[in-house]
C-alpha cells in the first residue's frame, strides 16, 4: 500500500474499533447490528470483512485492545503501577467505550458461543511484569508469587467491576479499588512498601 | 390446593429449576430453547408460565437459589465457615448444574438485558453474617468492615471462577481460592485466627 493508503486503512480500522465499542457497549454482542456499526463508522461492509472478517472478528479485537486504553496513562513504577493501572481502569471504565465494550465483552463471551482467555491473559502480563519489577525493588514479601498476584487481581477486578455495575453502574468502582488494596495488600507487601503506595483514585483521572 | 397437589406442585418447579440450569448451563440464555427444557422436565409449557411466567423468570429463579446449593453442607462457623463456603462453591461449580447455571446466568445476565444484582446481594448477606459472626469471636482485624469485605469476596469470587473457567475449564478453582485466602486473609483477620483457619480445599467436597 501506498502511505496515504497505509494512513487511511489505519483510520478506518480505528473507525470500526471506536463505533464497534460503542455499539457493543450499548447493545451487548447479540444486539449489535453490523449495519449500525458500519453507520456510525462511516466505513462500507468491505472495510469490516477486511479488517477483521467478522462481527466476531470485531469482538475479539476490541477485548484485545483494552490494555492499550490504560498503560499510555501511566508514569510509576512496581507496585505503585500496579495499583495506578487500576485506578485508571477504573476511571476508564465510566468514559471510555472501546475499554467499557472490551470488558463487557470479556465478561459476557459465553453468551456469543467464544472461550477465549486473551484478554485475560494480556492483562495477567502486565500486571505480572509490575509484580517482578516490585519484587526487585525490595516491595512484595518474600513468599508470595507475581504469577499468582497478576492473575488473582485480573479476576478481582473483573468481578469487582461486574458487581460496581450492577449496584451503582460502576460510579463507586473507583471507591471499591482502594478497598481491594487495603485489603490485599498486607498479604502481598511488605509494610515499608505498603506505607508508600498512594491510594488515592484520582490518580487514575490524570489521563 | 390438596396436599397431593401441593407436593405435585413442588416436584415440577424442582424438575424446572434442574432441568433451566442444565439448559442454560450448556446452552447459554439465547441458546436455551423452551421445548427442550420442557422436554428434559417432562412438563407441559402451562407448568412453565405457572411456576416462572417466563424464560427470564425462570432464568431469574436459578440465579437467585445458588445459596441453597451451598449452605446445607456447611457446618463450620465464623471465618472457617466464609472460607467453607467458597471451597463448597469452587467444588459444586464442577458438579452441580443449577449452581453452574446460576453463575453462568448472573455473570452473563446482559446479554439478555438484565441488570439484576438480587443474587450478589444475596451472597454478600450470607457472607457479611459469617464476618460479622467472625468479628464477635474477635478474629477480625479492628479496622476492617464485614460489609466492605463480604463485597468484595462475592465480586473476587466472580472474576477468579470466570478466570479458572477460560483457562482451565474450572479445574484449577479449588487451588485458585486456596491463593486468594492467602493473599486476603493477612489484610483482614488477626494473625492468631488466621493459625487456625483450615485451608484444605477438599473442605469443599463433604457434601
Known amino acids: 500500500m501506498t502511505r496515504p493508503a497505509q494512513e487511511r486503512a489505519v483510520r478506518t480500522r480505528e473507525a470500526l474499533l471506536r463505533a464497534g465499542a460503542e455499539v457493543f457497549d450499548e447493545y451487548g454482542y447479540a444486539g ?10 462511516g466505513v462500507t461492509a468491505g472495510a469490516l470483512y477486511f479488517h477483521f472478517k467478522s462481527k466476531e472478528g470485531l469482538a475479539l ?4 485492545v483494552q490494555p492499550q486504553q490504560i498503560e499510555p496513562n501511566l508514569s510509576s513504577h512496581g507496585l505503585q503501577r500496579l495499583v495506578d493501572i487500576t ?9 471510555n467505550p472501546i475499554l467499557r465494550a472490551g470488558v463487557r465483552l470479556s465478561v459476557e463471551q459465553g453468551s456469543f458461543g467464544v472461550q477465549d482467555p486473551s484478554s485475560y491473559l494480556g492483562w495477567k502480563e502486565i500486571m505480572a511484569d ?16 507475581s504469577e499468582e498476584i497478576a492473575e488473582f487481581v485480573v479476576g478481582a477486578c473483573t468481578g469487582v467491576q461486574l458487581y460496581s455495575q450492577l449496584v451503582s ?32 483514585p484520582r490518580r487514575g483521572e490524570t489521563a
Chains 1, 2 share one sequence.
Not at 32 to 41: D, S
Not at 87 to 95: C, D, G, K, M, S
Open 87 to 95: 485506578f485508571v481502569w477504573a476511571y476508564e471504565l465510566q468514559v
Open 130 to 145: 509490575c509484580l517482578q519489577s516490585a519484587d526487585r525493588e525490595g516491595e512484595l514479601l518474600p513468599e508470595v508469587h
Open 32 to 41: 449489535a447490528g453490523i449495519t449500525r456499526i458500519l453507520e456510525r463508522a
Open 169 to 200: 453502574n460502576r460510579c463507586d468502582l473507583p471507591e471499591r479499588t482502594v478497598r481491594m488494596w487495603r485489603m490485599l495488600l498486607p498479604g502481598i507487601a511488605r509494610p515499608e512498601a505498603i506505607a508508600g503506595i498512594r491510594l488515592d
Open 61 to 64: 479485537a476490541i477485548m484485545g
